[in-house]
């Protein structure tokens, strides 16, 4: 499939159950066309992260997907040397009475020895066209990493001392996100197309979770997802995500439940809140306020 249009990205996104809005499929056209990375800044469990998976299954790309931490580095990110390996062949060598050592060293550090991680993997050809990778909660990490990334993302190369500067011949599709536990510096987002990827509206919540829950019924649908929206505008440590929307509405399908309850939202809220202290304040007859708010809110 070819991104051609944006209206082709909306289509292609929506045959891998990825519903997305107008807005998000233009900026993912225009990064698609000018080759340039797509910097995806929300609240956690709004799809970011479902959108690169949605785009290399459309597109039939092989996907590379870097989970970024506290402490990650650039050694981490893009190679490092199977140590265990190289001491068996210096072991080897060794007992053998093999090569000298300057050949020995030469050996050691080739593409042999050489573990590839996922910036590395991602400047290689791949069967199919450039792959897609997904650089996942970019504000976990630090600093130091960010300015790393400037160059991988500017010149989409890396360096290897040992083996020298190895080039993209084609540039992959490049994805960042971020849940904006921290700001990440504007020289790596001058670097990107940017799109805020808020929660969505209601139909097109209806519409995400048919598409990753058919076997809800509409009434039970519309339920869940007028209660989650009016959960929303509470003041939540974690506001439940359209993530949390579909875990909640398969577990209310597992129980065989029909419509909505007070007895039954508070016997799943774990599906939908996180944190205690967010399920205290939702417990009893506030889920039940909530619940006919939510009802007199669905449109008719």
């Known amino acids: 499939m070819q991104f051609d249009t944006i209206n082709a990205v909306q289509a292609g996104l929506a045959e891998q159950d990825y519903i997305c809005g107008r807005s998000l499929a233009t900026v993912t056209f225009l990064a698609l066309?000018?080759?340039?990375?797509?910097?995806?800044?929300?609240?956690?469990?709004?799809?970011?992260?479902?959108?690169?998976?949605?785009?290399?299954?459309?597109?039939?790309?092989?996907?590379?997907?870097?989970?970024?931490?506290?402490?990650?580095?650039?050694?981490a990110a893009v190679y490092e040397?199977?140590?265990?390996?190289?001491?068996?062949?210096?072991?080897?060598?060794?007992a053998t009475g093999g090569a000298d050592r300057d050949a020995l060293k030469s050996e050691l550090f080739t593409k042999d020895y050489l573990i590839e991680r996922?910036?590395?993997?991602?400047?290689?050809?791949?069967p199919g066209g450039a792959p897609v990778l997904l650089i996942d909660e970019l504000d976990r990490t630090d600093a130091p990493f960010e300015a790393f990334l400037l160059e991988a993302l500017s010149d989409f190369q890396v360096t290897i001392p040992e083996l020298g500067t190895i080039k993209a011949p084609e540039p992959p599709i490049v994805i960042?996100?971020?849940?904006?536990?921290?700001?990440?510096?504007?020289?790596?987002k001058r670097r990107c197309l940017y799109h805020w990827v808020d929660y969505p509206e209601f139909d097109r919540e209806i519409a995400i979770l048919n598409a990753r829950a058919p076997e809800a019924s509409a009434a039970l649908?519309?339920?869940?997802?007028?209660?989650?929206?009016?959960?929303?505008?509470?003041?939540?440590?974690?506001?439940?995500?359209?993530?949390?929307?579909?875990?909640?509405?398969?577990c209310l399908l597992a129980l065989d439940v029909i419509d909505l309850s007070p007895a039954v939202i508070a016997d799943t809220l774990g599906a939908i809140l996180k944190y205690q202290d967010d399920i205290q304040k939702i417990e009893g007859s506030k889920a039940k306020q909530i619940l006919d708010e939510a009802r007199a809110a669905i449109p008719a």
């Open 33 to 75: 066309k000018l080759g340039r990375p797509l910097f995806l800044e929300g609240e956690a469990g709004t799809g970011k992260t479902e959108i690169a998976k949605a785009i290399a299954a459309a597109l039939g790309r092989r996907l590379i997907r870097l989970q970024c931490y506290e402490g990650l580095d650039a050694a």
């Open 81 to 94: 040397w199977n140590f265990a390996e190289q001491m068996i062949a210096i072991r080897t060598a060794e």
């Open 118 to 126: 996922p910036l590395l993997q991602a400047m290689r050809p791949q």
């Open 176 to 188: 960042l996100t971020s849940n904006r536990t921290r700001e990440v510096h504007d020289a790596l």
């Open 221 to 250: 649908s519309r339920e869940v997802v007028a209660f989650v929206q009016r959960l929303r505008t509470e003041d939540l440590f974690k506001k439940p995500g359209v993530a949390e929307t579909i875990d909640w509405a398969k």
